[in-house]
């Protein structure tokens, strides 16, 4: 079992930073490929960004592709989401979520939360115009 806890988020002015965190317990953070999720008030969540479990592979949305950077230092079972040029668009709750490695549909399902184990609490992240 892999417990999950984001930070970083906030408030930020329309082009600002933020780089979100989120920190995993137990010993098998390797053993899971880890996503990262967001879901905007009235919507419903989508998918942000992944990365394999050696950090060899990331994906990204098209709708942050170029802006965001994904992460993860095995040694400290971290993984970071860093947002560069943050729209209000972006605003919403940011989740990050693990994967067993052993999934096979993985590389080709990466974005189904269906996919995902584990999941934080969730950290805020509104944007001002």
């Known amino acids: 079992q892999v417990q999950l806890v984001e930070s970083g988020g906030g408030l930020v002015q329309a082009g600002g930073s933020l780089r979100l965190s989120c920190a995993a317990s137990?010993?098998?953070?390797?053993?899971?490929?880890m996503g990262w999720f967001r879901q905007a008030p009235g919507k419903e969540r989508e998918f942000v960004a992944a990365?394999?479990?050696?950090?060899?592979?990331?994906y990204y949305a098209d709708s942050v592709k170029g802006r965001f950077t994904v992460s993860r230092d095995n040694a400290e079972n971290l993984v970071y989401l860093q947002m560069n040029s943050l729209e209000p668009e972006d605003t919403a709750s940011y989740y990050c979520?693990?994967?067993?490695?052993?999934?096979?549909?993985?590389?080709?399902?990466?974005?189904?939360?269906?996919?995902?184990?584990?999941w934080g609490q969730g950290t805020q992240v509104t944007v001002s115009s």
């Open positions: 137990g010993r098998t953070f390797s053993t899971y490929h």
């Open positions: 990365i394999v479990w050696s950090g060899g592979i990331t």
């Open positions: 979520a693990a994967a067993p490695r052993h999934r096979l549909d993985y590389y080709s399902g990466y974005r189904s939360s269906r996919l995902y184990d584990y």
